[in-house]
């Protein structure tokens, strides 16, 4: 039986214009496509968990528009629970601006709104009836919200899984109430104060192990299509990914997020749970969008079979 996945974060509408070239400042660029595409850090990891077979539940604001209407309802079609989606009368829903290039590199900027709204309160009536299971948060809701979240889930028995994006400086209190903290290699320098550049393995070695003093029990960078690298107390270990033609990058993270969270709520090992992640965040990447782009269970499968000579005996 699987155990629930709670995810506390944001619902964003995405703008996306595909181009062959992202812009630099100042600069104007052909696009070639545009569409609106549901997103948002926190449901593109709830649609991910819901979509994969898990028992999810969103919580959320969203405004009282059409958009807001619809990332419920995207969310709804992947079996994810929205009964803790707010509706907030005084803000729109949140939207993301979206360029992506040939080969599926990125530039994102989020506006808010509602998510904005999401309070310590609504964290604490979500949670008030959980007594296990995975909290899976991100950065793009206020930061009291996130730490309140932490906190609460910590003390309900939970598991907690913070995927700190976008980056943003963390209080030691927040670090020390994440069991698994999960940057991308941009994000694990900037929490170390290091300017953001591509690592290798080695490297990666380092900054988990620094990041691990912070507080939380276990890291796992994300390499992007290096796959991932898993530290805790007792060492690291590399774990790679599947070579596939990006088309997209967007919402590869929190594909992995929410595919993490449903390997580990069936009781798999992390050993087991990361190459089922890495097998779902790949496939993402070779489609335009985020939600749009998470995979089935039995397309993750087919590929983790594929994949299996990279999973640790
Ligand atoms: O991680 C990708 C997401 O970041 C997009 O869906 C966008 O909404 C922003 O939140």
């Given at each position: 039986?699987?155990?629930?996945?709670?995810?506390?974060?944001?619902?964003?509408?995405?703008?996306?214009?595909?181009?062959?070239?992202?812009?630099?400042?100042?600069?104007?660029?052909?696009?070639?496509?545009?569409?609106?595409?549901?997103?948002?850090k926190?449901?593109?990891?709830?649609?991910?968990?819901?979509?994969?077979?898990?028992?999810?539940?969103?919580?959320?604001?969203?405004?009282?528009?059409?958009?807001?209407?619809?990332?419920?309802?995207s969310?709804?079609?992947?079996?994810?629970?929205?009964?803790?989606?707010?509706?907030?009368?005084?803000?729109?829903?949140?939207?993301?601006?979206?360029?992506?290039?040939?080969?599926?590199?990125?530039?994102i900027?989020?506006?808010?709104?509602?998510?904005?709204?999401?309070?310590?309160?609504?964290?604490?009536?979500?949670?008030?009836?959980?007594?296990?299971?995975?909290?899976?948060?991100?950065?793009?809701?206020?930061?009291?919200?996130?730490?309140?979240?932490?906190?609460?889930?910590?003390?309900?028995?939970?598991?907690?899984?913070?995927?700190?994006?976008?980056?943003?400086?963390?209080?030691?209190?927040?670090?020390?109430?994440?069991?698994?903290?999960?940057?991308?290699?941009?994000?694990?320098?900037?929490?170390?104060?290091?300017?953001?550049?591509?690592?290798?393995?080695?490297e990666?070695?380092?900054i988990?192990?620094q990041?691990?003093k912070?507080?939380?029990?276990?890291?796992?960078?994300?390499?992007?299509e290096?796959?991932?690298?898993?530290?805790?107390?007792?060492?690291?270990?590399?774990?790679?990914?599947?070579?596939?033609?990006?088309?997209?990058?967007?919402?590869?993270?929190?594909?992995?997020?929410?595919?993490?969270?449903?390997?580990?709520?069936?009781?798999?090992?992390?050993?087991?749970?990361?190459?089922?992640?890495?097998?779902?965040?790949?496939?993402?990447?070779?489609?335009?969008?985020?939600q749009?782009?998470?995979?089935?269970?039995?397309?993750?499968?087919?590929?983790?079979?594929?994949?299996?000579?990279?999973?640790?005996?």
């Amino acid at each position: 039986m699987s155990k629930p996945i709670v995810v506390i974060g944001s619902l964003n509408m995405d703008f996306v214009v595909q181009m062959e070239k992202l812009p630099l400042r100042g600069e104007t660029v052909r696009g070639w496509a545009f569409q609106m595409l549901p997103g948002g850090k926190g449901a593109n990891q709830a649609c991910t968990a819901g979509r994969l077979g898990g028992c999810c539940r969103m919580v959320g604001c969203v405004g009282e528009d059409v958009f807001g209407e619809q990332l419920k309802s995207s969310l709804q079609s992947a079996g994810v629970d929205t009964g803790a989606v707010k509706t907030v009368r005084e803000e729109a829903t949140g939207v993301a601006l979206i360029n992506v290039e040939s080969g599926g590199q990125n530039q994102i900027v989020v506006a808010a709104g509602a998510n904005a709204r999401l309070s310590p309160v609504d964290v604490e009536s979500a949670l008030i009836m959980v007594q296990e299971g995975y909290l899976l948060t991100q950065l793009e809701s206020p930061m009291e919200t996130v730490e309140a979240a932490a906190r609460l889930a910590r003390a309900r028995g939970m598991v907690t899984i913070l995927d700190p994006a976008p980056a943003r400086p963390l209080s030691t209190s927040l670090l020390q109430n994440i069991d698994l903290l999960t940057p991308n290699e941009t994000e694990a320098l900037l929490l170390l104060g290091q300017r953001a550049s591509a690592v290798n393995l080695e490297e990666a070695r380092e900054i988990a192990s620094q990041l691990l003093k912070r507080g939380p029990r276990q890291i796992i960078v994300k390499l992007g299509e290096k796959g991932a690298w898993l530290a805790d107390w007792q060492g690291g270990r590399h774990f790679p990914a599947p070579k596939v033609t990006a088309v997209d990058t967007t919402a590869a993270g929190d594909t992995f997020n929410g595919a993490l969270a449903v390997g580990l709520a069936e009781g798999r090992s992390l050993d087991q749970a990361i190459p089922f992640a890495n097998c779902a965040a790949a496939i993402s990447v070779t489609r335009l969008g985020a939600q749009a782009s998470i995979p089935s269970r039995h397309e993750v499968a087919a590929l983790l079979t594929q994949h299996a000579q990279f999973i640790p005996a």
